[in-house]
């Protein structure tokens, strides 16, 4: 987190919404790549004419990106992209235009390698503090009740506590159920994963082997649960650290 993000960065972001590619800032980078990405299209199919048309629109853009951010003036080299557009003038060979591109490129793989990740982080994920699961429980006094319910069901299954599993267990399933609503506030489509109807059906299979007093497969099936659990933390957790660290 050493790399803060500049103030300034937000001033593209205003009108923005998690999620979404909305910002101003973004929407001058997919300008800018798509520019580039044309021009060297063109080029592979020798079609200079367009390419140079592809080049004075990328190079145009460069230059305004480059002045958007000040702190990030650095990552721009606005020398190299005048000299590819002499030597496509100069019609130069292959390889030297080639080099040109490359060192180009070069400044954009720095910036986006240092800078992307922080920039999702901070604008495109919608904050998990901001989310309540059943309009009540803070998500992560939500996240914190379910893991208490999950680690019990598996505790006390080892223990042969069939009362105190099958407890633990309705809490669960109840929570896990408005946990599977709650993912609406920033998904628009049904879940294939993680809380998707397979699950569920693994969660209804847990609790008929609590009925039968069948506690080994209990403790077998809650580890095949752990595994959506894991999947969902490696998603979703890294993002949700570095906006609360950034904030």
């Known amino acids: 987190m050493k790399l803060s993000l500049p103030k300034s960065l937000d001033n593209f972001?205003?009108?923005?919404?998690?999620?979404?590619?909305?910002?101003e800032y973004v929407r001058e980078m997919f300008i800018m790549a798509g520019a580039f990405d044309g021009m060297i299209a063109n080029m592979q199919e020798g079609d200079m004419a367009n390419a140079n048309v592809s080049y004075n629109?990328?190079?145009?853009?460069?230059?305004?990106?480059?002045?958007?951010?000040?702190?990030?003036k650095?990552?721009?080299?606005?020398?190299?992209?005048?000299?590819?557009?002499?030597?496509?003038?100069?019609?130069?060979?292959?390889?030297?235009i080639s080099k040109d591109i490359a060192k180009i490129a070069a400044t954009c793989e720095k910036c986006m390698g240092e800078r992307t990740a922080q920039v999702w982080a901070k604008y495109h994920w919608r904050d998990f503090d901001t989310?309540?699961?059943?309009?009540?429980?803070?998500?992560?006094?939500?996240m914190k009740m379910l893991a208490v319910n999950f680690v019990g069901i598996g505790a006390n299954a080892a223990e042969g506590n069939q009362t105190s599993t099958n407890n633990s267990?309705?809490?669960?399933?109840v929570l896990y159920a408005n946990v599977k609503v709650a993912c609406y506030n920033c998904h628009d489509s049904p879940r294939t994963y993680y809380v998707s109807d397979d699950v569920f059906a693994k969660i209804?299979?847990?609790?008929?082997?609590?009925?039968e007093n069948n506690m080994k497969n209990v403790m077998a099936i809650q580890q095949e649960l752990g595994i959506q659990c894991y999947r969902c933390h490696v998603l979703h957790w890294p993002a949700q650290n570095m906006k609360s660290k950034m904030k």
């Open 13 to 23: 972001y205003q009108d923005s919404k998690p999620g979404t590619p909305s910002s």
């Open 57 to 72: 629109v990328f190079a145009k853009e460069y230059t305004k990106v480059s002045k958007m951010v000040k702190p990030w």
């Open 74 to 96: 650095g990552y721009f080299d606005v020398a190299a992209v005048k000299k590819l557009g002499k030597d496509m003038n100069l019609n130069a060979n292959e390889s030297v």
């Open 131 to 142: 989310v309540n699961i059943s309009g009540e429980i803070p998500w992560p006094d939500a």
């Open 169 to 173: 267990f309705n809490q669960f399933k």
């Open 204 to 211: 209804d299979q847990m609790g008929t082997n609590i009925t």
